[in-house]
């Protein structure tokens, strides 16, 4: 048989993660076996374990897939945050990916409900974990910060707080959605949700 080409493997591994993705929001992560994605696309286990060695690695890879896709989709969203008023179209533009985008939205409901979280996994994956984990709240503190510089933050507003706030009903309005708990358009009551909480920390100026 032909040694595949660079182009060739890079679409295999690009195969089998997509069908991990599929196998792993159905049966969760304790159950998927690598004998269920190779037969999600008609492969042998073998050809799994010749791109990941073991299902952690698999893990690592496609929660940096998915990471990549999500920077790729926002990038066509949202440009530079410099305002309050950013943040918040920010923050609904990552939750209509999370929730609009098909493998996006899989992908997150695996995470949030289908996930079973050992000490061993998460050391394994432990960078992409993190990254996951921050975004999209890494950039809270500067954003924050510099509408305090320009006046448009509550002097009486903590930092630190605010972005716990933001965390919170960002990660609430995915998990009510994801658990079928709301009734609602989940992009329509970001915005309304997300839009009164930036609100209230906005300064009000005379």
Known sequence: MARKTKEESEETRRAIL???LDVLTEKGYSRTT???????????????????KNKQALLAA???EMRTR?????????????SLDGL??????????????ELRRKFAFFMLLQMEWSVDVMEAVRRELMNIR??????????????????ELREDIDIATAKDMLKGMWIGLLTVYFQGLSATDPVQTAEIAL???????????R
Do not use: C
């Open 62 to 64: 496609l929660m940096e």
């Open 34 to 52: 690598f004998v269920d994605i190779a037969r999600r696309i008609g492969m042998s286990k073998g050809a799994v374990y010749w791109h990941f």
């Open 88 to 101: 918040k179209a920010y923050l609904v533009a990552r939750l209509r990916i999370a929730t609009r985008d």
């Open 195 to 205: 839009g009164a909480l930036i609100d209230s920390l906005r300064a009000q100026h």
């Open 18 to 20: 997509l069908a991990a």
């Open 134 to 151: 921050m975004e999209p709240f890494d950039e809270f503190g500067p954003i924050l910060n510099e509408a305090r510089r320009r006046g």
């Open 70 to 82: 999500e920077e790729s989709l926002l990038a066509g969203e949202t440009g530079a945050v410099t």
